[in-house]
């Protein structure tokens, strides 16, 4: 993984690689040092991962990330900040940043934030692996038996997940089984649609499925705050869901915000990926 650093601090970035390096996260393929942002020399680098400091003379980072979103940079964005206030965070998630990592550094968090943006960026890749394989066949009709062994392991990813004893965690696996049998994603089909397909009564399945997976993010974000380590946490909160959602779940068991909000599409996706691994 190639990544960029965008920070005025030659302090920070020398403290950023050195973590980068000795933990084997990706390459570093430039950095800003002391200069303002290059923005044509950062698109032609072409990194798969930028750090940028929110706090920056001239350009502040979120002005940074909207135009080399506009110039048609396809990295991932992490924020560095000391700054709290819900209305940056929220004009940052909106001009694109997947992330924030907390100043003053700590190695814990970076190493952690960066694996989960490696292996978001695996998640998309195999995803668009998939489409491309199912693009532009008509679905198929349902073979019968459904697929045992991808049905045992959902079934065994939503147990680590703690929504096992969730009446939305069966509709969420016959939702994964229709999509596997089908050869499309969720992305493709939309959870109402394909619910709509599968249901008598569609909405109460989604909002079933929903519940599931409000305990899924509740479940995975106490395991974060007891543990950032925990194995299942480094496994699924970003294979799975929204990572800042994740964040913002943990900072509600915390007493610090509203809480995080999971996505019914990325889940099932997730799911898709992890039950044809192995």
Same mark, same amino acid.
């Given at each position: 993984m190639r990544i960029y650093i965008i920070e005025d601090d030659i302090t920070v970035i020398s403290i950023l *690689? $050195?973590?980068?390096?000795?933990? *084997?996260?990706?390459? =570093?393929?430039?950095?800003?040092?002391?200069?303002?942002? $290059?923005?044509?020399? =950062?698109?032609?680098?072409?990194?798969?991962? =930028?750090?940028?400091?929110?706090?920056?003379?001239?350009?502040?980072?979120? %002005?940074?990330?909207? *135009?080399?979103k506009e110039g048609g940079s396809r990295a991932k964005f992490i924020m560095i900040s000391q700054v709290s206030a819900k209305e940056l965070i929220a004009?940052?998630?909106?001009?694109?940043? $997947?992330?924030?990592? %907390?100043? @003053?550094?700590?190695?814990?968090?970076?190493?952690?934030? =960066? %694996?989960?943006?490696?292996?978001?960026?695996?998640?998309? %890749?195999?995803?668009?692996?998939?489409?491309?394989?199912?693009?532009?066949?008509?679905?198929?009709?349902?073979?019968?038996? @459904?697929?045992?062994?991808?049905?045992?392991?959902?079934?065994?990813i939503l147990s680590q997940l703690g929504m096992a004893g969730e009446k939305g965690s069966q509709d969420i696996i016959e939702l994964c089984i229709a999509l596997l049998q089908r050869g499309q994603t969720a992305s493709q089909v939309g959870v109402a649609a394909l619910c709509a397909q599968l249901s008598d009564n569609p909405k109460t399945m989604e909002q079933r499925a929903r519940r599931a997976l409000d305990r899924g993010l509740n479940h995975i974000a106490s395991l974060g705050v007891e543990d950032y380590t925990n194995e299942f946490f480094t496994r699924y909160s970003a294979r799975l869901f929204p990572f800042q959602e994740v964040r913002a779940e943990?900072?509600?068991?915390?007493?610090?915000?509203?809480?995080?909000?999971?996505?019914?599409?990325?889940?099932? $996706?997730?799911?898709?990926?992890?039950?044809?691994? *192995?």
């Amino acid at each position: 993984m190639r990544i960029y650093i965008i920070e005025d601090d030659i302090t920070v970035i020398s403290i950023l *690689e $050195d973590i980068v390096e000795q933990n *084997e996260l990706g390459t =570093i393929c430039g950095d800003t040092a002391d200069a303002p942002p $290059d923005l044509e020399g =950062i698109l032609a680098a072409d990194p798969d991962l =930028i750090l940028v400091d929110l706090l920056m003379p001239g350009k502040d980072g979120i %002005q940074v990330v909207r *135009e080399l979103k506009e110039g048609g940079s396809r990295a991932k964005f992490i924020m560095i900040s000391q700054v709290s206030a819900k209305e940056l965070i929220a004009r940052a998630y909106s001009a694109g940043v $997947d992330f924030f990592i %907390q100043k @003053p550094i700590n190695l814990i968090e970076v190493r952690q934030v =960066i %694996q989960n943006v490696s292996r978001q960026i695996e998640n998309e %890749q195999a995803l668009r692996a998939i489409q491309s394989v199912f693009a532009g066949r008509a679905p198929a009709p349902p073979p019968e038996p @459904p697929l045992s062994r991808e049905r045992r392991r959902i079934k065994h990813i939503l147990s680590q997940l703690g929504m096992a004893g969730e009446k939305g965690s069966q509709d969420i696996i016959e939702l994964c089984i229709a999509l596997l049998q089908r050869g499309q994603t969720a992305s493709q089909v939309g959870v109402a649609a394909l619910c709509a397909q599968l249901s008598d009564n569609p909405k109460t399945m989604e909002q079933r499925a929903r519940r599931a997976l409000d305990r899924g993010l509740n479940h995975i974000a106490s395991l974060g705050v007891e543990d950032y380590t925990n194995e299942f946490f480094t496994r699924y909160s970003a294979r799975l869901f929204p990572f800042q959602e994740v964040r913002a779940e943990m900072a509600h068991l915390q007493g610090k915000g509203p809480g995080g909000k999971a996505n019914l599409r990325t889940f099932l $996706d997730g799911l898709l990926i992890l039950a044809e691994e *192995e």
